[in-house]
């Protein structure tokens, strides 16, 4: 079974930053794609980024260039540096695991999702 626990989320001004960690539990992290979704209320879970496990990126077109997302297989954390925040990027952001080595923005291509950590961006 494998354990996703995101942190490093709060309360954070308009134009401020942020960075996301997600720890994973078990021994194959560095094999398999790891991606970063949010969901604000009354929306649906959007795909923010993901990284595959040769350390390829993707990002939603809209957050190209203010967020990052990188690994470090070592640690078993993935991490979602987010800069220049707007209001609109509040939401509870989920860390996930892909289902295999590469994975791309569909939400059914990750298997495992951590709990969520809460991201509020005031104006």
């Known amino acids: 079974q494998v354990q996703l626990v995101e942190s490093g989320g709060g309360l954070v001004r308009a134009g401020g930053s942020l960075r996301l960690s997600c720890a994973a539990s078990?021994?194959?992290?560095?094999?398999?794609?790891m991606g970063w979704f949010r969901q604000a209320p009354g929306k649906e879970r959007e795909f923010v980024a993901r990284?595959?496990?040769?350390?390829?990126?993707d990002y939603a077109n809209s957050l190209k260039g203010r967020f990052t997302i990188s690994r470090d297989n070592a640690r078993n954390t993935v991490y979602l540096e987010m800069n220049s925040l707007k209001p609109e990027d509040t939401a509870v952001y989920y860390c996930?695991?892909?289902?295999?080595?590469?994975?791309?923005?569909?939400?059914?291509?990750?298997?495992?999702w951590g709990q969520g950590t809460q991201v509020t961006v005031s104006s």
């Open positions: 996930a695991r892909g289902r295999a080595y590469r994975s791309g923005p569909n939400p059914l291509e990750y298997d495992y």
């Open positions: 078990g021994r194959t992290f560095s094999s398999y794609a």
């Open positions: 990284v595959n496990s040769d350390g390829s990126t």
